[in-house]
């Protein structure tokens, strides 16, 4: 839970900061009407989401259909486990933490599979081997630039490359 105290209120700004930076990219306003500035726009559309009717195609396969939100859920959050917030607040002592994070994280790409493939709807199932498709196109560049840091370090322990990076060098 205490990793969600930290995730909640950065995902709020994070998705509020890129829609006003893709507005000003766009030469537009951005949201401008929820709060200052657009700054409620983000819950008033998690408010809206909650309220929507909750549709299962009928030719679906309900189970995987149900099930697939808490596998990409659970693929995100569980990378969290191995990032060191600091010397007091450890998720998990993982000495191949960064591999786990990459690795874990990569379950997300099953989730949308899952997703489409349990639609039983062709379009729904392109479209989420195209989510998949760039979700791993991401995926390969920030692996090679991971091999990078465990190239300098030496480890792929998180605590260890957070210590090496304390000193003069860095």
């Known amino acids: 839970i205490v990793p969600l105290i930290f995730v909640i209120p950065f995902a709020l ?5 890129e829609r006003k930076i893709s507005a000003h990219m766009q ?3 951005g949201p401008m009407r929820t709060g200052w500035h657009g700054s409620l726009q983000t819950i008033a559309d998690i408010l809206k989401l909650i ?6 195609p009928t030719a679906s396969d309900k189970f995987l259909f149900k099930l697939a939100p808490y596998v990409v859920f659970t693929g995100a959050y569980a990378a969290y486990a191995a990032i060191p917030f600091s010397l007091a607040f450890i998720g998990a002592q993982i000495n191949i933490g960064l591999f786990y994070i990459v690795a874990i994280s990569a379950v997300v790409v099953v989730g949308l599979l899952m997703a489409g493939w349990a639609s039983n709807n ?3 199932l392109l479209g989420s081997l195209r989510s998949a498709a760039q979700i791993i196109s991401y995926e390969i560049p920030v692996a090679l630039t991971l091999v990078a840091v465990v190239m300098v ?3 792929f322990d998180l605590q260890e490359i957070n210590r090496m990076q304390s000193g003069w060098f860095w």
């Open 122 to 124: 062709k379009w729904s």
């Open 153 to 155: 370090t030496g480890t």
């Open 27 to 29: 030469d537009r306003l």
């Open 13 to 17: 700004f994070a998705v509020w900061w």
């Open 51 to 56: 309220q929507k009717e909750d549709i299962i």
